[in-house]
T-cell receptor, first 111, second 112 residues
Framework: GENVEQHPSTLSVQEGDSAVIKCTYS??????FPWYKQELGKRPQLIID?????GEKKDQRIAVTLNKTAKHFSLHITETQPEDSAVYFC??????????FGKGTRLHILP | DGGITQSPKYLFRKEGQNVTLSCEQN?????MYWYRQDPGQGLRLIYY???????QKGDIAEGYSVSREKKESFPLTVTSAQKNPTAFYLC???????????FGQGTRLTVV
């Protein structure tokens, strides 16, 4: 079955700097790769997703890149702000199948 | 107001007792999921259902059971066979399997 590895587990960056979180997946049939943000005490919410027919997707300060050959995808957050502090989860899913999540990255934005 | 609702938000049970967590959605989604969240462990899949009257085990199904008799409902029972049941449980649903998942607010279960 699918296995998703996520790194790092904790990341601290200065406000205004960029943050990068990386994930790898094992199932070559996976074609859907969402990223979720979970603020303290709240439910995870989708922030961006990408399908395997594209290599990059951007939405304001966040972007996701996908390398199908290497089976890895990354989340990039630019010009980080205090409200970006949260736990971020990557996930992978093959067509019509379950969604498997990574273990999460706790992002701290330092003043 | 559409969405996915879990109840209760907090639940306390004595060791050895079965307990059922509720999950209801009015989004007309076919797929529903149960995840368990522990510190440092991410979201681990317990069970998922792609359609009414059908469900499959996830990675950590032992000690849990589910039913999917209605499209809107996917209750999770934590049985006495689950060795470490204290955790935060999240229910989710998606239009079709393998698409954007929407999460409920979670149920924090404490077994004493």
């Amino acid at each position: 079955g699918e296995n998703v590895e996520q790194h790092p587990s904790t990341l601290s960056v200065q406000e205004g700097d960029s943050a990068v979180i990386k994930c790898t997946y094992s199932d070559s049939a996976s074609n859907y790769f969402p990223w979720y943000k979970q603020e303290l005490g709240k439910r995870p919410q989708l922030i961006i997703d990408i399908r395997s027919n594209v290599g990059e997707k951007k939405d304001q300060r966040i972007a996701v890149t996908l390398n199908k050959t290497a089976k890895h995808f990354s989340l990039h957050i630019t010009e980080t702000q205090p409200e970006d502090s949260a736990v971020y989860f990557c996930a992978a899913s093959s067509p019509g199948d379950k969604i498997i999540f990574g273990k999460g990255t706790r992002l701290h934005i330092l003043p | 107001d559409g969405g996915i609702t879990q109840s209760p938000k907090y639940l306390f049970r004595k060791e050895g007792q079965n307990v059922t967590l509720s999950c209801e959605q009015n989004l007309n989604h076919d797929a529903m999921y149960w995840y368990r969240q522990d510190p440092g462990q991410g979201l681990r899949l317990i069970y998922y259902s792609q359609i009414v009257n059908d469900f499959q085990k996830g990675d950590i199904a032992e000690g849990y059971s589910v039913s999917r008799e209605k499209k809107e409902s996917f209750p999770l029972t934590v049985t006495s066979a689950q060795k470490n049941p204290t955790a935060f449980y999240l229910c989710a649903s998606s239009t079709i399997p393998g698409s954007e998942a929407f999460f409920g607010q979670g149920t924090r279960l404490t077994v004493v």
